[in-house]
């Protein structure tokens, strides 16, 4: 599903209406979520909003490359301000104002030049949202914000929430939305909403193209992942005529890996489990083996892709990673024949692409255990999608229209009916039928053989 210009043009004057713009991404926070976050942050701020960019979680190390990267926060200041208000009177100014606070409480002095000040004129209320606006970026639904979520429920529910995403499971939540599932990353949807505006099409500058393919080389892969398209590639292309520093993104993303990741790695890859009945292979990283390792979670995201290239034929990929906040979260990839969304939805809540998505699980007394469960019906449910011939959105059958019969012409009367046309392959003999045509004489279509009619 593409944009539609109704979308486009809302989207926008949501940003040029309002100056307070709050943007958030999801837990676990990936690259191409940090980069397209990081995107609107450049280019709001370039439009001249007050912007704040928020992430539930510290952000992987591997990215700070990334323009903008210190300006994340990690935590959300909702506060509002408190106003009190005084009416003064008519005549009456204001000589001196100042306060105290003593035994929790703040004493506020307004001294007037003359007249008087009477507890009637005082009024109490709150000031206004600190936000007028929140960007949602690469989220498929609100909760996996996490603890941002969590602990601000009300202020989603307050002030106009402005969903971007590429996730075919998106809840579509929020007052706007641009959601492109055709997309093969957020960043390419940015990209498309930003070049669809004039001026902010003049706003481009390297370090926002480079935002914008770090999140686009990084969701598909290196454009080695089925979710490329033709139109990846051309928008890849147009951000490397735009200034995007592609050597400076491979370098950070492929070629620097510190030695934890690089230890974790190893512990995973050497733990690749393999059902060749069913087509399935995984790997899973516990809290123990990260601690061993002194490594992170966040350094497991790259396993999978190496877990794919070891172990090509299998119809599904998956990595568990024991998270440090509790629970377990697992990547979940598939070829064509499997539809890694519906059993990520179907069998633990989870979603994404048809052919990539995550799910969690929550956290287990015994980890391995829950692992090999958790196999077994994903097992199970590619066995019913191959039973059910369940298609990938997109690609069901189209109906096809019943073929009604023909009806033939009913001939009137004193006319002859007309001929039917020969079958190819019927047996006349064709010599026959040229030394007839040689006599001058001539075959009716629907003469049998044998049969013939003299010429008038």
Same mark, same amino acid.
């Given at each position: 599903?593409?944009?539609?210009?109704?979308?486009?043009?809302?989207?926008?004057?949501?940003?040029?209406?309002?100056?307070?713009?709050?943007?958030?991404?999801?837990?676990?926070?990936?690259?191409?979520?940090?980069?397209?976050?990081?995107?609107?942050?450049?280019?709001?701020?370039?439009?001249?909003?007050?912007?704040?960019?928020?992430?539930?979680?510290?952000?992987?190390?591997?990215?700070?490359?990334?323009?903008?990267?210190?300006?994340?926060?990690?935590?959300?200041?909702?506060?509002?301000?408190?106003?009190?208000?005084?009416?003064?009177?008519?005549?009456?100014?204001?000589?001196?104002?100042?306060?105290?606070?003593?035994?929790?409480?703040?004493?506020?002095?307004?001294?007037?030049?003359?007249?008087?000040?009477?507890?009637?004129?005082?009024?109490?209320?709150?000031?206004?949202?600190?936000?007028?606006?929140?960007?949602?970026?690469?989220?498929?639904?609100?909760?996996?914000?996490?603890?941002?979520?969590?602990?601000?429920?009300?202020?989603?529910?307050?002030?106009?929430?402005?969903?971007?995403?590429?996730?075919?499971?998106?809840?579509?939540?929020?007052?706007?939305?641009?959601?492109?599932?055709?997309?093969?990353?957020?960043?390419?949807?940015?990209?498309?909403?930003?070049?669809?505006? $004039?001026?902010?099409?003049?706003?481009?500058?390297?370090?926002?193209?480079?935002?914008?393919?770090?999140?686009?080389?990084?969701?598909?892969?290196?454009?080695?992942?089925?979710?490329?398209?033709?139109?990846?590639?051309?928008?890849?292309?147009?951000?490397?005529?735009?200034?995007?520093?592609?050597?400076?993104?491979?370098?950070?993303?492929?070629?620097?890996?510190?030695?934890?990741?690089?230890?974790?790695?190893?512990?995973?890859?050497?733990?690749?489990?393999?059902?060749?009945?069913?087509?399935?292979?995984?790997?899973?990283?516990?809290?123990?083996?990260?601690?061993?390792?002194?490594?992170?979670?966040?350094?497991?995201?790259?396993?999978?892709?190496?877990?794919?290239?070891?172990? $090509?034929?299998?119809?599904?990929?998956?990595?568990?990673?024991?998270?440090?906040?509790?629970?377990?979260?697992?990547?979940?990839?598939?070829?064509?024949?499997?539809?890694?969304?519906?059993?990520?939805?179907?069998?633990?809540?989870?979603?994404?692409?048809?052919?990539?998505?995550?799910?969690?699980?929550?956290?287990?007394?015994?980890?391995?255990?829950?692992?090999?469960?958790?196999?077994?019906?994903?097992?199970?449910?590619?066995?019913?999608?191959?039973?059910?011939?369940?298609?990938?959105?997109?690609?069901?059958?189209?109906?096809? $229209?019943?073929?009604?019969?023909?009806?033939?012409?009913?001939?009137?009367?004193?006319?002859?009916?007309?001929?039917?046309?020969?079958?190819?392959?019927?047996?006349?003999?064709?010599?026959?039928?040229?030394?007839?045509?040689?006599?001058?004489?001539?075959?009716?279509?629907?003469?049998?053989?044998?049969?013939?009619?003299?010429?008038?």
């Amino acid at each position: 599903m593409s944009l539609s210009p109704q979308e486009l043009s809302a989207a926008t004057r949501a940003i040029q209406d309002n100056q307070r713009i709050l943007i958030v991404c999801h837990a676990n926070v990936d690259p191409d979520a940090l980069s397209g976050a990081l995107s609107c942050f450049q280019l709001f701020r370039a439009l001249g909003k007050d912007v704040t960019v928020v992430c539930p979680d510290s952000p992987p190390e591997s990215l700070r490359f990334l323009p903008g990267f210190e300006r994340v926060e990690e935590q959300l200041i909702e506060s509002q301000n408190f106003v009190i208000t005084v009416n003064l009177e008519e005549g009456v100014e204001v000589d001196k104002l100042r306060y105290t606070v003593e035994d929790h409480r703040v004493n506020i002095i307004v001294v007037p030049k003359n007249g008087r000040i009477r507890p009637q004129q005082i009024a109490l209320g709150e000031g206004e949202q600190r936000y007028d606006l929140i960007v949602v970026v690469d989220t498929a639904d609100l909760p996996l914000l996490g603890s941002l979520y969590v602990h601000h429920v009300d202020l989603f529910s307050e002030i106009p929430v402005l969903n971007v995403d590429h996730h075919i499971s998106n809840t579509r939540y929020g007052q706007l939305q641009l959601i492109d599932t055709t997309s093969a990353s957020v960043t390419e949807v940015l990209y498309h909403w930003f070049l669809h505006v $004039p001026e902010w099409r003049e706003k481009m500058t390297p370090d926002l193209a480079t935002l914008l393919l770090t999140g686009l080389i990084t969701d598909t892969r290196s454009f080695q992942n089925p979710n490329t398209t033709p139109r990846s590639l051309e928008v890849a292309a147009e951000l490397l005529d735009l200034g995007a520093r592609q050597q400076e993104i491979i370098q950070n993303i492929y070629k620097t890996k510190p030695l934890t990741t690089l230890k974790i790695w190893g512990r995973a890859l050497n733990r690749i489990q393999v059902d060749d009945a069913a087509k399935i292979a995984w790997s899973a990283v516990s809290l123990a083996d990260l601690t061993e390792m002194g490594a992170h979670s966040k350094e497991v995201s790259g396993i999978l892709d190496e877990l794919i290239s070891t172990i $090509p034929d299998a119809d599904a990929h998956v990595i568990f990673v024991e998270m440090e906040e509790g629970g377990i979260k697992a990547s979940l990839r598939s070829s064509p024949a499997i539809d890694a969304n519906q059993l990520a939805a179907k069998l633990f809540k989870g979603g994404g692409h048809p052919r990539a998505a995550g799910f969690r699980l929550p956290s287990p007394s015994n980890f391995q255990l829950a692992v090999l469960e958790a196999v077994q019906k994903i097992r199970e449910g590619m066995v019913r999608q191959r039973e059910e011939g369940e298609r990938l959105p997109g690609q069901e059958r189209k109906a096809v $229209p019943p073929v009604l019969p023909v009806q033939k012409p009913v001939p009137s009367p004193g006319k002859a009916a007309p001929a039917e046309p020969r079958k190819s392959g019927s047996s006349l003999d064709i010599v026959e039928e040229l030394s007839h045509r040689k006599g001058g004489k001539k075959r009716t279509g629907s003469a049998s053989k044998g049969e013939e009619s003299n010429a008038s």
